[in-house]
């Protein structure tokens, strides 16, 4: 294995609109940038409004054409996500591809939402859920496909149905699991509700292997003032090609997801590595936690419980 960057082509997506979640910076700025670059309108709904001007920026320096539109979007937070799908409703424009792409990773203490739950399950999973949700009519219009990203930790673990919000106990790398899991779950139940009441969107899932991103620095909001000797190990590796990605190659399987000719509805891309934790991107095999179809209707149904977004 060597450090060698892949890359993979992008039709031109002139006309289209996209809608990025996390992509402030990290791998979600880096999807972001390759679909401006494909001459797609790129929605960057983000936390840190300072942030957001500093990705539009660096997106813009790359592409001076890039057509970004910025929103404010709190995914810890319902009523945010709320607003947001409102602004969206109301600017009237079809989407075309939506990526379900940020979330947090393992605070050292349970932390939860503005709505009371558990920070990393309403953060990465409830929030797309809600999101989509709210967009459902313009995701109709544009035929859109919808991209949710999951994680190397799905592929082992469970949904903790007796506490889903770890309100008894609370184990930062299990709640994790559950959650992306959950967003596994999900892009794939997605796709076959869609297919069965023909909303006319598709629905995959992808994952970005192990990079050194953000997930696991220091990050005061989640109560980690330091790195995780984790992700110090991580940018060892990365750095000298070693068994994990890079940022750059852990956009990849997304991207592939969101707009490669051969990516498919109901689909799993992640890199192609052993262990799918670094390498070029592709389709691989579903681990054992995302294949169960009577949890994925069943944490549905949970999830239009706790956020109040129904699917119509």
Known sequence: MSDKQYDIAVPDLSGKRAVVTGASDGIGLGIATKLAGAGAEVVLPVRNPHKGEAAVAKIRARHPAAKLVLREVDLSSLASVAALGEQLRADGSPIHFLVNNAGVMTPPERQTTADGFEL????????????????????????????????????????????????????????????????????????????????????????PGVAPTSLLAARPEVGRTGDTREVRIIRWLSARGIIVGTVDSAKLPALMAVAAPESRDGGFYGPQWPGNVGGPPGAQKLWKPLRDNDNASRLWALSEKLTGVTYA
């Open 120 to 207: 990393q399950f309403g953060t990465n999973h409830l929030s797309h859920f809600a999101l989509t949700g709210h967009l459902l009519p313009l995701l109709q219009a544009g035929q859109a496909r919808v991209t949710t990203q999951s994680s190397v930790a799905a592929r082992s673990g469970a949904i903790n149905w007796d506490d889903p919000n770890w309100e008894r106990t609370y184990d930062g790398m299990r709640s994790y699991r559950q959650s992306k899991i959950a967003c596994g779950l999900f892009g794939l139940e997605l796709s076959r509700r869609s297919s069965a009441a023909g909303w006319g969107i598709t629905s995959n899932i992808s994952h």
